[in-house]
């Protein structure tokens, strides 16, 4: 592995908790601001992506533990992990995307990739079964 590769700890939690681009941009734009907390749709136009994609993303951060749903009309969503190591491992995964952002949209490509593939083989297999 190159110096500046993603260690294997961040590749598994980038594996683990961060499917998306939507997900990485809702997780460090919140991290960077954690005092705040904001509505799904005002994320959304922040980030410049669409409301629906956004709110997906949330609930899966907040699936993960790394982001705070916060009842109330209208709901809002803050940057809270829960534990000591899903907050280092968003300080590392911060700090790795503003050295190489290349490297880590590469990184959620392949999850992504082999995640289809997974699924593909799953699905291939049932159905192959079913027919015997």
Not at 18 to 25: G, H, I, K, P, S
Not at 80 to 97: I, M
Request: a negative charge.
């Amino acid at each position: 592995m190159a110096e500046d590769a993603a260690p294997g700890e961040l590749l598994t939690f980038i594996a683990e908790c961060v499917e998306t681009y939507e997900q990485l941009e809702a997780l460090l734009w919140l991290a960077s601001h954690p005092n705040e907390a904001l509505t799904s749709s005002s994320l959304a136009q922040t980030l410049g992506v669409p409301q629906t994609a956004l709110e997906e993303a949330l609930t899966s951060l907040v699936r993960v533990r790394l982001v705070a749903r916060i009842g109330g009309a209208p709901e809002l969503f803050r940057y809270q992990p829960g534990s000591p190591e899903l907050y280092q491992s968003v300080v590392k995964l911060a700090a790795f995307y503003e050295h190489d952002r290349l490297e880590v949209v590469r990184l959620m490509t392949e999850n992504s990739m082999r995640r289809l593939q997974s699924s593909t083989s799953q699905t291939l297999a049932f159905l192959l079964g079913k027919r015997d």
